[in-house]
């Protein structure tokens, strides 16, 4: 099994449509978590952190259901600009030191 | 621009020549990265430094690549022998360390081997 999967993907959705991206991560020690967006050819961006608590950022929410060893990204009212390919990431400890495990990615497609 | 720095963006080496990669990351960031992309694949962690000190390597291929982050200067990946192969995007993420657990990413370096 990967450390982390995506949903294969590619999603075409048309503008102002709710898209939702799932990620599962094998190691349960896992502490930290985040996703990243990266556009063709340019590096990936942070996008946001995910917090057990869950949190929200505009039209995007982030979940992690850490019993499940799951993560999810919620985008609401998707705009042309959101096209991107979003990574979820994965940190197996709360301390520095550790590298960051990359999933292959879920590729978006806004359509208008 | 204040962020992780890297170059060249892009370079072109022939079968058998070597290429070195530079990677600056941001201020006051201790520790780099260094990921490689092949064409419609994802990430793939490859080493991970810190200042002198090499921390993990378990994603360096056995022969041919090396890297290194010296006291002063930038960190350098190197890669002898270049093969077709080895084309791909190469990426430098930088980690503050101390209480930052976030890496931000270079805009890459473009290796292209003919």
């Known amino acids: 099994r990967k450390e982390v999967e995506q949903d294969p993907g590619p999603f075409n959705v048309p503008e102002g449509a709710t898209v939702a991206f799932n990620c599962t991560y094998s190691?349960?020690?896992?502490?930290?978590f985040f996703w990243y967006r990266q556009d063709c050819r340019k590096e990936p961006k942070l996008l946001m952190s995910v917090y057990s608590s869950g949190n929200e950022d505009g039209r995007f929410t982030a979940q992690l259901n850490r019993a499940s060893q799951y993560i999810s990204l919620l985008i609401r009212d998707s705009k042309l600009s959101d096209s991107a390919t979003y990574l979820c990431?994965?940190?197996?400890?709360?301390?520095?030191?550790?590298?960051?495990?990359f999933g292959p990615g879920t590729r978006l497609s806004v359509l208008p | 621009n204040a962020g992780v720095m890297q170059n060249p963006r892009h370079l072109v080496r022939r079968r058998g020549q070597e290429a070195r990669l530079r990677c600056s990351p941001m201020?006051?960031?201790?520790?780099v990265y260094w990921y490689r992309q092949l064409p419609e694949e994802g990430l793939k962690f490859m080493v991970y430094l810190q200042k002198e000190n090499i921390i993990d390597e378990s994603g360096m291929p056995k022969e041919r690549f090396s890297a290194e982050f010296p006291k002063e200067g930038p960190s350098i990946l190197r890669i002898q022998q270049v093969v077709r192969g080895d084309s791909a995007a190469y990426f430098c993420?930088?980690?503050?360390?101390?209480?930052?657990?976030?890496?931000?990413f270079g805009e890459g370096s473009w290796l292209t081997v003919v």
């Open positions: 990431v994965v940190n197996p400890t709360d301390n520095y030191g550790q590298n960051f495990v």
């Open positions: 190691n349960s020690a896992s502490q930290s």
């Open positions: 993420a930088s980690l503050q360390g101390t209480s930052g657990n976030t890496i931000y």
């Open positions: 201020k006051g960031h201790s520790h």
